[in-house]
């Protein structure tokens, strides 16, 4: 079995909504900061949000308040709901873990150490 698993990837038209899925029985629940990553066309992967095991959520300047990272201890997953997506959040999202907390992961010196396989998310104008 993966260590993280995504699901919920898809296309949708620029102002619609997806919700990513990852399965993360390691993870979620013990001391580990997990999150969302995105590779969009041209651009390195990036932070998209992160959360802490105890809740506290992070985000990207780019979100600008319209994703929400949930997780759900008791069925060990981690979602991203998605709002008012545009084009250019196109590109292929993955789910991380790592155990350093979320800050460390946020300065960019260090990557997760744990990924899933990536789920795409194509959003058309």
């Known amino acids: 079995q993966e260590p993280l698993a995504e699901s919920g990837g898809g296309s949708v038209q620029a102002g619609g909504s997806l919700r990513l899925s990852c399965a993360a029985p390691r993870f979620v629940g013990r001391a580990y900061c997990v999150g969302w990553y995105r590779q969009v066309a041209g651009n390195p992967r990036e932070a998209v949000a992160l959360?802490?095991?105890?809740?506290?959520?992070t985000y990207a300047d780019f979100v600008e308040g319209r994703f929400t990272i949930s997780k759900d201890t008791a069925k060990k997953s981690l979602d991203l709901q998605m709002n008012d997506l545009k084009p250019e959040d196109t590109g292929m999202y993955y789910c991380?873990?790592?155990?350093?907390?979320?800050?460390?992961?946020?300065?960019?010196?260090?990557?997760?150490?744990?990924w899933g396989q990536g789920t795409q998310v194509t959003v058309s104008s």
């Open positions: 959360i802490e095991w105890d809740g506290k959520a």
């Open positions: 991380a873990a790592d155990s350093l907390a979320c800050p460390d992961l946020w300065d960019g010196y260090d990557d997760p150490t744990y």
